[in-house]
């Protein structure tokens, strides 16, 4: 079979309808990176730091911190230097790298929201066998589990996705690769592919997303039976900022990839708000109603010099 895969690059377009705003955008798009990777540093610095975090939630928590510095960091670079100013083109390979790890880190995130959330749950409904069902080794194997299996989902979707033949448009109606705009370009039938693209992006999410509601409902049936009025909004407390950040990622998800059509300024709009607002707003969420990472993060800013003493 002829090879008629010819594009040696592609033209990233970016978010639809925004021309003329590139300055304003560049400002307010790396404002948000510049805040995500100094948030998430810093809730790395505080887990690694306080010897009274190192525990199974926290050692997961690190690894989502670890996740929302390179998850924009797939995309951001890159659309920060065309709204410089700069060449809008990507090469075949970088737009090969760009839609793998984006789907590698986001699937990796995916299950590591639900092993958060299966670690609540035996921390709640199982707190006296917390320790030996969440010992180092499982929780190590979990991790590994993550990336393994969001290594095997990202390969299987850039192989079917760059399988095809590109030789015609290269204009990436997009600010970076992804898969439903990539198979716009195609020059083959793309319908089967994008069944195939749909049942593996959308329903792995979807099921993700249930196993943790289900996961949740039973933590909230054993809050619930909580008798101590502290024991109820320590552990909600706990929760609820679990329940934001999933909804937070979740939604944006199932929002682009289980709608029928596609419209490309508001999928724009809402995987931006994926790529860099979550990723950005996590370490608040973790951090604002959790006084041990609040206190761990007070001694890491004093131990930078950006507090004069201990609070």
């Keep these: 079979m002829r090879n008629l895969s010819v594009v040696t690059e592609f033209i990233l377009l970016g978010i ?16 948000f990176y510049i805040f995500t990777l100094i ?8 887990i690694i730091s306080s010897t009274q975090l190192h525990t199974p939630m926290y050692f997961f928590l690190c690894k989502l911190s ?48 639900t092993v958060m959330a299966f670690d609540r ?25 993550t990336l393994f299996f969001g290594c095997i989902h990202a390969t299987f979707l850039t192989t079917l996705t760059f399988q095809l033949p590109y030789c015609g448009p290269r204009e990436v109606d997009y600010y970076f690769c992804d898969i439903p705009v990539m198979l ?14 749909f049942i593996s992006v959308g329903l792995m999410p979807l099921s993700c997303f249930l196993l943790i509601l289900t996961s949740y409902s039973y933590i909230v049936c054993s809050i619930l039976q909580i008798r101590s009025a ?33 419209r490309p300024w508001l999928d724009s709009t809402v995987q931006v708000l994926n ?16 006084k041990e990472v609040k206190l761990s993060l007070r001694n890491v800013l004093h131990q930078l010099g950006f507090l004069p003493e201990k609070l």
Excluded: W
């Design 121 to 145: 749950f035996v921390a709640i409904c199982h707190p006296l066998r917390y320790t030996i069902i969440m010992s180092l080794r499982v929780c190590t194997i979990l991790a590994m589990g």
């Design 39 to 46: 948030g998430n540093l810093l809730i790395l610095l505080a």
């Design 66 to 113: 670890i996740f929302d510095i390179f998850f924009p960091s797939v995309s951001s670079p890159k659309m920060l230097f065309y709204l410089s100013g700069n060449s809008r083109a990507i090469s075949y390979a970088g737009c090969v790298s760009q839609l793998f790890f984006y789907h590698f880190l986001g699937c990796t995130e995916c299950f590591l929201y």
């Design 184 to 197: 716009k370009l195609a020059c083959a039938d793309t319908s089967a592919l994008e069944m195939v693209g």
């Design 16 to 31: 639809p309808h925004t021309e003329g705003l590139e300055t304003m955008l560049f400002a307010l798009f790396l404002s």
């Design 230 to 262: 502290e024991g109820r909004h320590r552990a909600f407390s706990t929760c609820s900022a679990h329940l934001t950040a999933i909804l937070l990622f979740y939604m944006p998800v199932i929002f682009i990839y289980l709608r029928p059509t596609p």
């Design 275 to 290: 790529n860099l607002v979550t990723p950005m707003l996590n370490p608040l969420i973790y951090s604002l109603r959790n």
